[in-house]
């Protein structure tokens, strides 16, 4: 009987102590987006260089100019990329609002998802470079005179 109670009482007493699992995915987010703004990710505008960079390094491995027609298309296609994989998007979290914990480990999966593609920002912004190129194809682009008949 006596071991129970102490058992309990031991459980009551972690349980005190220990954050919340939102106190903990809070905390989660904070680490994050502190990573975000490292790679200078964390808000929109600083995303929409990231795709225009990407956008650029692609046309130039593919040998297009600015000017060139395909230069737009190759900016919509990273950005398409971008927006379907959700890459380099921190979840908006409302603190105020009750969540059961399923959710919150929702979020927490969502961050660890995010936090991947920013702990190796360089090699991960050089693979998506490279997954562009690829799509697009190995053959470049003819010259303004060249392919048209």
């Not at 003819?142 to 008949?149: E, H, S, V």
């Amino acid at each position: 009987m006596v071991w129970r109670v102490g058992a309990r009482v031991h459980s009551s007493i972690h349980r005190l102590f220990k954050p919340s699992e939102a106190e903990l995915v809070r905390r989660e987010r904070n680490e994050v987006e502190s990573l975000f703004q490292q790679a200078g990710v964390a808000d929109q505008a600083g995303r929409s260089r990231l795709i225009g960079a990407i956008g650029n390094a692609v046309a130039d491995r593919l040998g297009a100019p600015p000017s060139h027609d395909q230069a737009l298309l190759i900016q919509d296609l990273v950005a398409e990329l971008f927006s379907y994989e959700g890459l380099f998007v921190l979840p908006e979290v409302d603190w105020a609002a009750e969540r059961t914990i399923a959710e919150l480990w929702d979020i927490r999966e969502e961050l660890i998802r995010q936090r991947g593609f920013v702990a190796d920002f360089e090699a991960n912004c050089e693979l998506l470079e490279l997954a562009s190129t690829s799509i697009l194809g190995p053959h470049g682009f003819p010259k303004r005179d060249q392919g048209r008949r």
